[in-house]
T-cell receptor
Framework: KQEVTQIPAALSVPEGENLVLNCSFTDSAIYNLQWFRQDPGKGLTSLLLIQSSQREQTSGRLNASLDKSSGRSTLYIAASQPGDSATYLCAVRSNTGFQKLVFGTGTRLLVSP | GAVVSQHPSWVICKSGTSVKIECRSLDFQATTMFWYRQFPKQSLMLMATSNEGSKATYEQGVEKDKFLINHASLTLSTLTVTSAHPEDSSFYIC??????????????FGPGTRLTVT
């Protein structure tokens, strides 16, 4: 059974800092990996999707990497802003069956002005 | 991008009553829909997967007689919480998946429904 863990569980940084969020998964047989953002009481916003054959994806100040063999992914946020404050979820999609997404435990990020 | 809507966005009901939550894909046909539950400060847990016109597949530990899922069309799925109890209070999120071609999929999430059972 796939298990996805995110470290740290919570992170508080001052504005402008670069930061790294970590995601690890137990079963490397994945189809792809996706990073989401969730604001309090809201649904999910997709940030980046990395196919299993890719090593990284970039969008603006966000960069996500994937090391499938070691079961790890990182989300790098450059020059953090207060608007980045949210919970960040990592999710892996299996390459069998319904290709279900299994979500990580999340990292709650607070960027202070 | 594709939009998934949920209705209602929040609902309060009394213990013992049933509540229906609708999930619609607004501008695409969803071959598969997923229902998730999220408790406060926890991650999303998949409850069930449904394909249009067939019975839903429930995850281990999810009571299919309590959480009734109907995927009657390619744009609508409903989740009915029957005989709701306070422990069913949670944030329910649906997700719809469309086939993009070449066997690839894109999955879109609804805004969620906050259920409070008193």
């Amino acid at each position: 059974k796939q298990e996805v863990t995110q470290i740290p569980a919570a992170l508080s940084v001052p504005e402008g800092e670069n930061l790294v969020l970590n995601c690890s998964f137990t079963d490397s047989a994945i189809y792809n990996l996706q990073w989401f953002r969730q604001d309090p009481g809201k649904g999910l916003t997709s940030l980046l999707l990395i196919q299993s054959s890719q090593r990284e994806q970039t969008s603006g100040r966000l960069n996500a990497s994937l090391d499938k063999s070691s079961g790890r992914s990182t989300l790098y946020i450059a020059a953090s802003q207060p608007g980045d404050s949210a919970t960040y979820l990592c999710a892996v999609r299996s390459n069998t069956g319904f290709q279900k997404l299994v979500f990580g435990t999340g990292t709650r990020l607070l960027v202070s002005p | 991008g594709a939009v998934v809507s949920q209705h209602p966005s929040w609902v309060i009901c009394k213990s013992g009553t049933s509540v229906k939550i609708e999930c619609r894909s607004l501008d695409f046909q969803a071959t598969t829909m997923f229902w998730y539950r999220q408790f406060p400060k926890q991650s999303l847990m998949l409850m069930a997967t449904s394909n249009e016109g067939s019975k839903a597949t429930y995850e281990q530990g999810v009571e299919k007689d309590k959480f009734l899922i109907n995927h009657a069309s390619l744009t609508l799925s409903t989740l009915t919480v029957t005989s709701a109890h306070p422990e069913d209070s949670s944030f329910y999120i649906c997700s719809a998946r469309s086939l993009r071609g070449r066997g690839d999929y894109e999955q879109y999430f609804g805004p969620g429904t906050r259920l409070t059972v008193t």
